[in-house]
């Protein structure tokens, strides 16, 4: 069989009688038939191929809404006179005559991925079931996940089929690969490891993979997923799915790779500056009061906010998930929005996909909008996407509030108060996932049983958008999918437990959920479970019992707190304990400092932080990064778990274990080789790269070094992002190398910016000269700042004032170092 790619199971298949087949081309690439079976190979762009793939009728797509439309046009390719291969200006792609495995070249013929050359696919259909509940046996099960509707099975009727298919690759040994979303395994490279993809509390599943080898892979389907690169067989495996689709995305670099992505799933929107300030968060406030109390704190204490965030039970009791806050505790919706506005402080609310015991389930259960055998909503359905956004509009957006959190988007958890025996525990990734998958699976359906919070932000992004475009769209949420980042989310990992394990595992989880293509990713500081529970459930095992008054746990804290500084979005959240600054010792205390003056460098970091904002949106970049999107040929980086960029100056190094118990303030950190070396940035002590070296990491802050030939635009802290927009920039220049950094401004909100309402100027340091030239800033926006004071500031003290208004300017500065 040419294609193997059979009806049957992998084993079967390897047995058929090869037959001789012939290849066709089609618009923009090639078709092989062969009986029912088809393979198609197709260049969408000339640097991206989509490859699909079904044994047992004609091909159509799965229906997922990953990819965003592009109007096709034909591409220049070039065929082989066996039409076996197709060539654009980018790439070379080949089919084996004899197997059907697809290989991709580059224009050098440099082999940058195959299919495996003797197996490359198998598919082995699996029956598709419709549940049937008792709607008489419905109840609410009380779980750590909120109030749930349960209801016996009545009947499973099978109601047709569909396939499990495999595609097998044969990786290169040199390659390191990431991405496929925040799990909980502690991978970082990923090459010969097996991950089990599914959405689950503490799991988002991005299936994107994204190699040092020069490409990324996109699987175009909504089912779970099995990665396995282990035990000789390296596949990806869809459990249920119409069809084989994937998309061969080539890269120069991963950069570029992320650029591709965004390209066929969407871009980016730019997110409001408030967003890149400090959020207060925990679980829970409790009343308008305390809300309007705990902003007024920090205010009184000059430690600067800009978000605090309204969890769950706000809602009148016995009425879970509705979207009304109780006017006992919240009279007046308005007037708190516009108080906290007052303070110069945003409002985030949280709402859920299921409500139950209130007139709003009623609503969407009289319309046959709620998912069987559950009160979610169906946010597959464009009608009841909207009905959500009118319940969400008229309590909050109307009201003046401003962001959104989507908790519990996934939106079935399965095994979060039904552990299965005993060792059914933190690491049991498989039985884990098997769980889920098929609670997700009776409710959702197993084609689209992962890709649910795609539907519900999508339809919280598209109504905002079209009620107003002076407010940017903000949405927390607790799941993800291939093409969400163009719904404004920030995905974070879940309720974690605290420990300096879990602590220590949140941060390759998180630089492969951004090496998707997925820019914007954040923790709970602190962790969410601080201490145990008296159930004994595998996720609630925190290790503090007493919280914030303990020692050890404010320790810990402290170094998250330290680390999360250099992410997307810096928030602090959390159960069983107070998260508030003041809540980690007194003015003068070593905690209480180093968090404050973490917060207050966030601050001061905004012009840089926004300018990367800029660039996600409009070059497709990446802020919070593996070492390996900048040092592709160290492959030292490659399975680094506790270092990362931070934008293209800052390497930061997280302290992951406790003083307290080694005793000592420092930690190995590897240094990748660059031309202009490192500074450290606390002492701005210089230190040649490619080299591990023992770094000082005291508690008031962690190693952090920054890459010589970098330029890093900074400010005087504020007490919110927006509180001085004509702030002097300090600009720290570091020598060592040739830099150039292009600095964004814009209105801070609304989507002027999507309309040129924004200006952007560059600085570039011309290292052999010592001079660093201002370019003429480009575009402009209202009430844009036109006149801005400029200090730069070199490693060795040396500083000097210009005062830019906008035209070009050289400026001549002296190093020491």
């Known amino acids: 069989m040419l294609l193997v790619g059979l009806a049957v199971p992998l084993a079967i298949a390897a047995n058929r009688e090869i037959k001789a087949v012939k290849s066709t081309a089609v618009s923009n690439g090639l078709e092989v038939v062969d009986g029912l079976s088809r393979l198609r190979v197709e260049f969408v762009r000339a640097d991206i191929v989509r ?54 070249y580059d224009l050098h013929h440099r082999l940058l991925l195959r299919e495996h050359p003797r197996c490359p696919r198998s598919a082995e259909k699996v029956w598709q079931e419709k549940i049937t509940y008792d709607e008489t046996s419905r109840r609410t099960a009380h779980t750590a996940n909120g109030d749930v509707a349960v209801m016996d099975v009545l009947r499973r009727d099978t109601i047709g089929s569909t396939f499990r298919y495999r595609t097998y690759f ?48 996109l699987f175009d389907a909504g089912c779970a997923m099995v990665y396995n690169d282990v035990a000789d067989s390296s596949y990806v ?122 007139p709003q389930y009623d609503d969407f259960n009289s319309r046959g909008w709620i998912l069987p055998g559950s009160s979610v909503y169906d946010a597959y359905r464009a009608d009841a996407r909207s009905l959500y956004w009118d319940y969400a509009n008229r309590e909050f957006f109307s009201n003046g509030f401003d962001a959104w959190w989507c908790d519990s988007s996934e939106p079935i ?21 098997q769980i889920n998958t098929k609670a997700l699976s009776d409710v959702l359906g197993a084609e689209r049983s992962q890709s649910y919070s795609l539907y519900h932000a999508m339809g919280i992004y598209k109504h905002q958008r079209q009620t107003t475009d002076s407010k940017r769209v903000v949405n927390l949420t607790r799941s993800s999918y291939a093409g969400q980042q163009r719904y404004a989310t920030i995905t974070w990992n879940g309720d974690t437990y605290a420990s300096w394990k879990t602590f220590a595992q949140m941060i390759p989880a998180g630089l492969n959920f951004m090496a998707t293509g997925c820019p914007y990713w954040t923790v709970d500081v602190g962790a969410f479970f601080v201490g ?134 420092s930690r190995q950190v590897y240094l990748p080789q660059t031309k202009g070396g490192w500074y450290d940035y606390w002492t701005g002590i210089r230190i040649e790269g490619g080299q591990t070296i023992d770094a000082p990491a005291p508690i008031d802050h962690s190693p952090l070094y920054v890459r010589g030939g970098s330029i890093v635009p900074m400010t005087a802290p504020q007490q919110y992002a927006d509180e001085h927009p004509d702030a002097p920039y300090i600009i720290k220049v570091y020598p060592g190398a040739d830099a150039t950094f292009t600095i964004y401004e814009d209105a801070g909100d609304g989507y002027d910016c999507e309309r040129k309402g924004y200006v952007t100027y560059t600085l570039h340091w011309d290292d052999s000269y010592h001079q660093l030239s201002i370019s003429a800033r480009k575009g402009s926006y209202k009430k844009m700042v036109k006149r801005r004071q400029l200090t730069f500031v070199m490693p060795d003290g040396y500083q000097q004032t210009v005062v830019y208004d906008g035209k070009k300017a050289i400026v001549t500065l002296t190093a020491n170092n």
């Open 51 to 104: 490859v699909q793939y079904q044994p047992d009728g004609q091909l159509t797509d799965n229906g997922t809404d990953v990819c965003v439309a592009h109007r096709k046009r034909t591409l220049p390719l070039t065929y082989s006179d066996d039409l076996w291969s197709v060539s654009s200006d980018s790439m070379t792609v080949c089919i084996d005559a004899a197997t059907g495995a697809v290989s991709y």
């Open 170 to 217: 044969d990786w290169t040994a040199t390659e390191a690969l990431y991405g496929l979303g925040s799990h909980m395994e502690n991978y970082m490279n990923l090459r010969g490891k097996k991950m089990y993809l599914c959405q689950h509390n503490l799991k988002a599943m991005v299936p994107v993979l994204n190699s040092t080898a020069g490409y990324g892979l």
């Open 413 to 433: 958890d399965g095994d979060w108060n039904n552990p299965v025996h005993p060792d059914y525990g933190y690491d049991n990734h498989f039985e884990r996932w």
């Open 532 to 665: 145990p529970d008296r159930w004994n459930r595998w996720f609630y095992k925190g290790e503090y019992p007493d919280g914030c008054n303990d020692p050890a746990y404010r320790e810990l804290y402290t170094r998250m707190f330290q680390y999360a500084t250099f992410l997307p979005m810096l928030r602090s959240h959390g159960t069983d304990t107070p998260r508030e600054v003041w809540r980690f010792g007194n003015p003068g205390e070593p905690f209480y400092e180093s968090i404050v003056n973490h917060i207050r460098l966030r601050y001061s970091l905004l012009p840089y932080i926004y300018s990367m904002a800029a660039k996600v949106s409009n070059e497709s970049y990446t802020m919070t990064r593996a070492l390996a999107f900048d040092f592709v040929g160290d492959s030292a980086v490659y399975d680094l778990k506790d270092e990362f960029m931070f934008g293209p100056a800052f390497l930061v190094a997280p302290m992951t274990r406790p003083l307290m118990a080694y005793g000592k303030a």
């Open 237 to 358: 495996e869809m459990e249920a799915a119409r069809q084989i689709d994937y998309y061969f995305i080539k890269g120069r670099n991963m950069d570029q790779v992320v650029e591709g992505y965004r390209w066929l799933t969407g871009q980016s929107p730019m997110m409001p500056r408030y967003l890149f300030g400090y959020t207060q968060s925990k679980e829970r406030y409790c009343s308008s009061q305390e809300l309007l109390d705990i902003v007024g704190e920090y205010r009184k204490r000059q430690i600067p906010l800009d978000m605090i965030v309204q969890d769950w039970n706000y809602w009148p009791a016995g009425q879970w998930g509705r979207m009304m806050m109780d006017p006992k505790y919240y009279p007046n919706k308005r007037m708190l929005a516009d108080s906290l506005h007052a303070m110069n402080c945003r409002l985030m609310v949280s709402i859920w996909p299921n409500a139950q015991h209130c």
